[in-house]
């Protein structure tokens, strides 16, 4: 079946502006999250959704980030005014939790 | 809180042969997931293997296996004849409910 998508693939935007990333998890799958890759780094997490209960937004770096998840399935992550420290690849799982998450190819945020 | 740390930020291998990439943790759980990830070039991250903390035989997956040591906290992954295409960065993770936390990674290089 389908894996976990997200769009777009890369996005290069400018200081200041929002940007908005968009993941279709794996049919069934209810819990999603969200991590942030920086260049050789590892995987930091930041937003974690199950079901209808309320989202664990613990690691959201600042206000600027906000994450929401429209009838269970799509989620959209939006960063406003983006800075050059946002710059990074932007990874989505899902799983049917608690059991293993399935990534997708990640969106690659460049902030010039 | 829970921390995973891979001590090999880059690890080699001659084709064919066997390598072992470290993985240890700290948790003061006994119920978890531990999770061997592979991310390629492509940046998709991919499940490789993974462990239930309460099973003592150690999970193996073709050419992959692990060695689970739970009182030791130490979870490496040994990669049975290697090929061209294990070469990337590899990411030990531990999951409790729906905390899940990354190592740094480990860039295993294949000489052919």
């Known amino acids: 079946g389908a894996g976990v998508s997200q769009s777009p693939s890369n996005k290069v935007t400018e200081k200041g502006k929002d940007v908005e990333l968009r993941c279709d998890p794996i049919?069934?799958?209810?819990?999603l999250y969200w991590y942030r890759q920086s260049l050789g780094q590892g995987l930091e997490f930041l937003i974690y959704?199950?079901?209808?209960?309320?989202?664990?937004k613990s690691g959201l770096p600042s206000d600027r980030f906000s994450a929401e998840r429209t009838g269970g399935s799509v989620s959209t992550l939006t960063i406003q005014r983006t800075q050059q420290e946002d710059s990074a690849v932007y990874l989505c799982?899902?799983?049917?939790?608690?059991?293993?998450?399935?990534f997708g190819p990640g969106t690659r945020l460049t902030v010039l | 809180a829970q921390t995973v740390t891979q001590s090999q930020p880059e690890m080699s291998v001659q084709e064919a042969e066997t390598v072992t990439l470290s993985c240890t943790y700290d948790?003061?759980?006994?119920?978890?997931?531990l999770f061997w990830y592979k991310q390629p070039p492509s940046r998709q991250m991919i499940l490789v293997i993974r462990?239930?903390?309460?099973?003592?035989q150690n999970a193996t997956e073709n050419r992959f296996s692990v060695n689970f040591q739970k009182a030791a906290k130490s979870f490496s992954l040994k990669i049975s004849d290697s090929q061209l295409g294990d070469a990337a960065m590899y990411f030990c993770?531990?999951?409790?409910?729906?905390?899940?936390?990354f190592g740094a990674g480990t860039r295993l290089t294949v000489k052919p």
């Open positions: 993770a531990y999951r409790r409910s729906h905390d899940m936390r």
């Open positions: 049919s069934g799958h209810t819990a």
């Open positions: 462990q239930e903390a309460y099973k003592q």
């Open positions: 959704f199950q079901g209808n209960s309320a989202p664990d």
């Open positions: 799982a899902s799983s049917r939790a608690p059991d293993t998450q399935y």
């Open positions: 948790t003061s759980e006994s119920d978890y997931y």
